[in-house]
Nanobody
Framework: QVHLVESGGGLVQAGDSLRLSCAAS????????MGWFRQTPGKERGFVAA????????NYADSVKGRFSISRGNAKNTVYLQMNSLKPADTAVYYC?????????????????WGQGTQVTVSS
């Protein structure tokens, strides 16, 4: 059974940094693309960042380019989202996603597996 667990969320001030982690189990995730999405109440879950199976290719939403960085752990079954220069607009529940398809997905329905989410709150 596939299981994704996010951690690292919290309450920070504008300009601060946070690093989210997503630990994957139940499969060999070394060949899986992984991504981060975020959602606020009443809105669709939106794309934040993605990384391919090798860690060599990444993709970011325009709103986070230059501030957020996605990476994979050495064991490939962990993915990180380093978030710098946080803004109140970054406040959301952040979700980790994974899929065995080749490439980088930036649409919610591209991913088959999802975590339960971690709350990030940025105060002004």
């Amino acid at each position: 059974q596939v299981h994704l667990v996010e951690s690292g969320g919290g309450l920070v001030q504008a300009g601060d940094s946070l690093r989210l982690s997503c630990a994957a189990s139940g499969r060999t995730f070394g060949n899986y693309a992984m991504g981060w999405f975020r959602q606020t109440p009443g809105k669709e879950r939106g794309f934040v960042a993605a990384i391919d199976w090798s860690g060599g290719s990444t993709n970011y939403a325009d709103s986070v380019k230059g501030r957020f960085s996605i990476s994979r752990g050495n064991a490939k079954n962990t993915v990180y989202l380093q978030m710098n220069s946080l803004k109140p607009a970054d406040t959301a529940v952040y979700y980790c996603a994974a899929d065995s398809k080749y490439g980088l997905g930036n649409q919610r329905d591209w991913y088959a597996y999802w975590g339960q989410g971690t709350q990030v709150t940025v105060s002004s």
